[in-house]
């Protein structure tokens, strides 16, 4: 794995602290699950443990029918997913893309994947 994959943990800041994503509002849900949405279709689902960030998962919605263009929640694509190093294969991802599936009834995968994000979406039937 290259650095690459670490350069991911980015999607475990913050509200407003990911560069690129501009401001976000934040929803805490049940469990240690809070989802920062922005104006633009990006929805980060991070889960906390003890309250520090151990996994991230970046779901973009797809646009709706109709003009002006609207974001729709019928669809979206996860598009980044990390999890800390000492947390991976705890079920952290698996249940931030559990969370994501309630708000997005159809969700596939980004085709823009890792080696270990390709293992991750087999093992997760989303691709």
Do not use: C
């Not at 509002?25 to 980060?44: F, V």
């Not at 929640?73 to 079920?91: E, I, K, Q």
């Amino acid at each position: 794995m290259g650095r690459g994959y670490e350069d991911l943990a980015v999607y475990l800041r913050g509200p407003g602290e990911v560069p690129g994503l501009g401001p976000e509002r934040s929803q805490r849900l049940k469990g240690d699950i809070i989802r920062y949405e922005n104006a633009h279709g990006s929805l980060r689902y991070v889960q906390y443990v003890a309250g520090e960030p151990v996994a991230a998962l970046q779901v973009v919605a797809g646009y709706g029918d109709g003009f002006p263009l609207r974001w729709s929640r019928a669809f979206g694509t996860v598009a980044n997913v990390y999890t800390r190093p000492g947390s991976r294969r705890l079920g952290f991802a698996s249940a931030l893309l559990a969370r994501a599936r309630k708000d997005f009834p159809e969700l596939t995968a980004s085709r823009h994947r890792s080696g270990m994000g390709e293992d991750w979406v087999r093992a997760t039937g989303l691709g």
